[in-house]
Structure formats: C-alpha cells, structure tokens
C-alpha cells in the first residue's frame, strides 16, 4: 500500500462497482473496496477491504474516507431505510462527498416504484449535509436483452413509450470521472443515458439482428403484465415494481436523452448496437 485511501467504492463485487474499482486501480488510486462479502472483492493494487452492509453500522468501516461512491443497494421492502442508515454512517464516519447511483426520473409520484425510492434516499442526501454528485441513470442497456423470455417474447405494458437506456460501462465511467476529481462535481445532478430513445419494439429488432435470437416485442395489458409475472413467486412490492418499469417507459418518463455522458467524460455513450456488437467480438 503506497498511501492510506481516501476514496471509497461500493459494490465493488457488482457490476457498476467493480468496473469503478478496476478503473480507479489503473489510474494508480488508492481505495476502499466497502462490499458485503470481502471474499469476492476484487484483488486490486492498493486497495483495501473492508466489510460494509447497509443497515448495518458502517461508520467504523468509512472512517479516513474523504469522498464514496455509493452505488444503490439491491432491491427490498426496507432499502430506503438501508440507504438512510447508510447516509448517516457516512456523516458520523466524517465523509465529505458523497456519489449516489440513483435513477432517471426521482420523484416522490415517480411511476416507476422505485424511483421513488431513490427520491427519498436523495432528499436524505440532501438534509445531510454532506456534499453530493446524483447520477440519475436511465435503466441499464446491458438488461434489454436478458428482458426477454426463453420464448423470445420480451413483453410489458410500455406501448410505443422510448426508453434512452444506458451502458454499465458508461455509467462506470461517468462515476470514475467524478471520482478523480471530485471537487468539479459538488451538488451536480447528471442524468445518464444513451445516445438514442429505442421503443420496446425498436430493441427487439436490433437484438434480433445482432444476435441471430429472434426476439419480438409484446405489449400487454396491466392484466396480463401481473398475470405473467405472478407465477415468480415474488413479494406483491416487487411484482409491483417490475410492472411499473414498463408503465414508466409508456407514460415517457425514461425518453429523455441527455449529453452528460459525453459531458463528463468526453466521450459518447454506447448505443444497443455498440453495446451488441462489442458482445459479439468477445464471444
């Protein structure tokens, strides 16, 4: 270890997070991998590990810290409440900024059930006192695909809506940025997307195309949607969340295209076709 870390990550055994810490390792930065399970952290030049769970105390775990990357916690009944413990680990630990992953579209009346809580996490940022950067992604580019059924039938109630979904990778980028120079980005709210507005419909080709997997796009009722997804087994809050992903998408509320990606990074995000075509070069 060349120097005690000042910069926190977690969820770096994740998606977005992991790809922060990989890329904070490759600039020479040294951090904090905050993650549930020390054991799947990754094995990264200058970093330590440290055990935090929200909703637990993880104050302890924060101290010396300077600025944290707060990605959100996975989906549950009581995250609001992880996420507010969590704000108030990082003030008592004597954390000064804060990047929070939230979601295009926070509101307290968000379609989207879940926008909503990344709302009330926001305003408990905000009476924090502590100094923020709110990345407001869009839905993740790299699920489109995965939306689909082993039928090749990717269904929901979004009608002809457009939805401006955004790479991991981008959004990962977007986040190293702030993370690297932090002070450029206090009290900035960035809204991540892609570079286009897809309809479902729209999606479905292009998956169809790149792929060689016919995938078609069938818009349901709210019957049908519930139907459907009953058969999961998952609690009504969380049935009640999917669905409103596709009723978000239909009443526009994730159709905004932004240039914040380019903005802050410099360079322009992936479209489903880069995202796509990238998949198929690796295969």
């Known amino acids: 270890m060349t120097s005690s870390p000042t910069v926190g990550v977690t969820g770096a055994t994740g998606q977005v997070g992991g790809l922060v810490a990989r890329a904070l390792a490759d600039a020479g ?19 330590e590990v440290r055990r935090v769970a929200y909703g637990e105390d993880c104050a302890p775990a924060l101290e010396g810290l300077d600025v944290v990357l707060m990605v959100s ?41 879940l926008g909503r809580d990344h709302w009330e996490t926001e305003e408990h940022l905000r009476r924090s006192g502590l100094r923020t950067t709110l990345l407001r992604d869009n839905l993740y580019l790299d699920l489109l695909p995965e939306l689909a059924g082993d039928d090749g039938v990717l269904r929901g109630p979004a009608g002809d809506g457009r939805l401006a979904a955004v790479a991991r990778a981008d959004v990962a980028r977007v986040a190293t940025a702030v993370l690297l120079d932090p002070r ?38 709210l019957e049908e949607a519930y139907a459907s997804r009953q058969s999961y087994g998952a609690p009504q809050w969380q049935v009640d969340a999917w669905v409103s992903t596709y009723t978000a998408i239909a009443a526009g509320e994730m159709a905004r295209v932004t240039d914040d990606v380019e903005r802050v990074t410099g360079r322009r995000p992936l479209s489903l076709r880069d995202l796509l075509v990238r998949r198929a070069r690796r295969a």
């Open 29 to 47: 930065i040294a951090q904090r991998l905050l993650v549930r399970s020390p054991w799947n952290a990754p094995d990264l030049p200058d970093a």
């Open 73 to 113: 916690g996975a989906e549950s009944q009581d995250r609001v409440g992880e996420h507010r413990a969590f704000v108030d680990d990082l003030a008592e630990a004597g954390v000064q900024h804060v990047v929070y992953t939230s979601f295009c579209g926070a509101a307290p009346d968000a379609t989207f059930l």
């Open 184 to 221: 450029r980005h206090v009290d900035r709210t960035y809204e991540l997307t892609g570079p286009e507005a897809l309809t479902l419909g729209e999606a479905a080709a292009t998956i169809t195309e790149l792929t060689g997997r016919e995938v078609r796009y069938v818009d349901e009722s």
